[in-house]
């Protein structure tokens, strides 16, 4: 620890366990800023996912603890029963009173009125014993933890593994070389949009602090929602109309049975004409349409900062969030043994939307059912164009099992 000087002004004292303070003059300042210490925080304490920049000079002084305690909290909202220094902040054990939200909004109107914008309170809930928590932070120090990989590079990441899925495997004219695409791209043009516009909001990432768990519910079913609504529909067109020019993309029917909903709709619009082992012309806009709503639907996969993570967050809580996006990635993970595209994205999820999620403002109150019923069904809709379409197309081959039985 480097050497300090006494400061003769009371009442300035940092929460700390050595009794020491800063001395405010400009030479102090300088060696302070020189010892700037960046302390990622671990994901099973109350602030997951954010860092600080901890300066010994803007640690929260004791006589500021002291009016956090007896005036800002109070017996109507957080009655405090203990306080630890945590970071560059402190941690206040207690009972909360009221409801949380109610509770979240009277302390931060008492602590804007005593600090101005000067710090920042969580109101969380402690990993350890599951009880709620007040986590008092200077503002300046806290910041969202940023990744090493840019937003529009996991976007294109994820984009790109979604098409040529779609594209190398089940399209004939690409499958025999990478390359090819770029001589076929008559085929690629006609449904581009669709695949654009099937793909909206996915693969986002939150910049900035969420108030609460609804409204963490609200931003991370938007995207997937808009996206699934409009690919949904892109992929009815795509069966009802023929391709403009008359040909379109020859695909092995097969490849419906890969997609739970592709592998519906397409046994209840084409009927007859789609059979295992002969070929079928789609419109291209099929495959685009789909591959939009796959983007979609690994979006919604319930693991780390996924949108589906946050919403699982945002709908149970961290803990049971943590440990459902713990399954997902090892189902996926067991997965990619048996299935290459599988593999692909479990390491895209791993290396680029891994997690954690960063702490919200109030993270105790739970969202209104409506909003609720919003998040299952994104999910579960997202599971419906990942689920194979387990059904045989031909109707014989159901007669055929039931002669083999």
Request: with cysteine.
């Amino acid at each position: 620890m480097p050497h300090q000087k006494k400061d003769d002004t009371t009442n300035a004292e940092p929460l700390s366990s050595i009794n020491t303070v800063q001395n405010p003059d400009a030479t102090a300042a300088s060696d302070t800023q020189e010892n700037v210490e960046v302390i990622d925080v671990a994901s099973g304490s109350p602030l997951p996912g954010m860092k600080q920049q901890l300066d010994d000079s803007i640690r929260i002084p004791k006589a500021t603890i002291d009016i956090l305690k007896d005036q800002v909290f109070g017996f109507d909202t957080f009655f405090v029963t203990s306080q630890e220094p945590y970071e560059g902040g402190v941690l206040f054990k207690g009972n909360l009173r009221g409801k949380p939200a109610k509770s979240y909004e009277k302390i931060t109107n008492r602590l804007q009125n005593k600090f101005g914008d000067e710090y920042k309170l969580f109101l969380l809930v402690n990993p350890e014993d599951e009880k709620p928590v007040a986590v008092v932070i200077p503002r300046q120090t806290l910041q969202p933890e940023t990744t090493a990989v840019p937003e529009w590079f996991a976007a294109a990441a994820f984009g790109l593994v979604t098409i040529f899925t779609l594209l190398l495997r089940n399209v004939p004219d690409l499958q025999e070389n990478l390359l090819s695409t770029f001589d076929n791209l008559e085929l690629l043009k006609d449904g581009l949009s669709g695949a654009l516009i099937g793909s909206f909001g996915a693969i986002t990432r939150i910049v900035s602090i969420v108030r609460s768990r609804e409204d963490l519910l609200k931003l991370a079913a938007a995207g997937p929602l808009a996206g699934f609504s409009l690919g949904f529909v892109l992929l009815l067109l795509g069966f009802i109309l023929p391709p403009s020019d008359g040909l379109g993309l020859v695909i092995d029917p097969t490849v419906f049975h890969e997609s739970f909903l592709v592998g519906g709709l397409a046994k209840l619009l084409l009927g007859d004409a789609l059979k295992e082992g002969t070929q079928l012309s789609v419109n291209p806009l099929v495959l685009w349409a789909w591959a939009g709503l796959l983007i979609n639907a690994i979006n919604s996969i319930p693991a780390g900062e996924l949108d589906g993570g946050r919403i699982a967050f945002a709908m149970w809580g961290r803990k049971v969030a943590s440990r459902l996006s713990s399954v997902a990635i090892g189902l996926l993970g067991i997965s990619a043994l048996f299935n290459d595209v599988a593999f692909y994205w479990v390491v895209l999820i791993f290396f680029l939307q891994r997690g954690p999620i960063a702490p919200l403002s109030e993270e105790i109150t739970e969202p209104e059912n409506n909003y609720i019923a919003i998040g299952v069904a994104v999910l579960l809709f997202g599971l419906l164009v990942c689920l194979p379409y387990p059904f045989p197309f031909d109707p014989s081959q159901f007669t055929d099992l039931d002669f083999d039985l």
